[in-house]
């Protein structure tokens, strides 16, 4: 494997497993969401293996990952909570601080 396709998979994995601790979700649960096995997916978060396209389209699809974040690390767009807050619904509002505060409670809970 060529040096810059190695440094690649281990920046993408790097993200893989920031992204899969974010979401507060064992490796075991990723795998099985990946279909692959738990050893494989210890591969793929510590670089030795890269995704393939139809993973990255899993994990879109299933856990609602972008994409252009987890291969090169940038967001498409900026999220801007106070314009958010501002333009949105009560119903919308109501469900981004109910979903603020399931992370918060994982988080302190740790």
Do not use: W
């Not at 497993?17 to 064992?26: A, G, H, L, Y």
């Not at 501002?86 to 981004?96: G, I, M, S, Y």
Request: proline share 1%.
């Amino acid at each position: 494997m060529g040096r810059e396709k190695k440094d690649i998979n281990i920046e993408v994995g790097a993200r893989l497993k920031q992204i899969r601790e974010n979401k507060r979700c064992s490796q075991s649960e990723f795998a099985a969401i990946l279909g692959i096995g738990d050893e494989h997916y210890r591969k793929l978060e510590n670089g030795s293996t890269g995704l393939t396209i139809e993973k990255v389209c899993l994990l879109n699809q299933k856990c609602n990952i972008d994409p252009t974040y987890l291969i090169i690390g940038k967001q498409e767009e900026e999220f801007d909570f106070d314009r958010y807050i501002t333009n949105c619904t009560k119903e919308q509002k109501n469900k981004l601080m109910a979903r603020i505060l399931e992370y918060l409670k994982g988080y302190f809970n740790m």
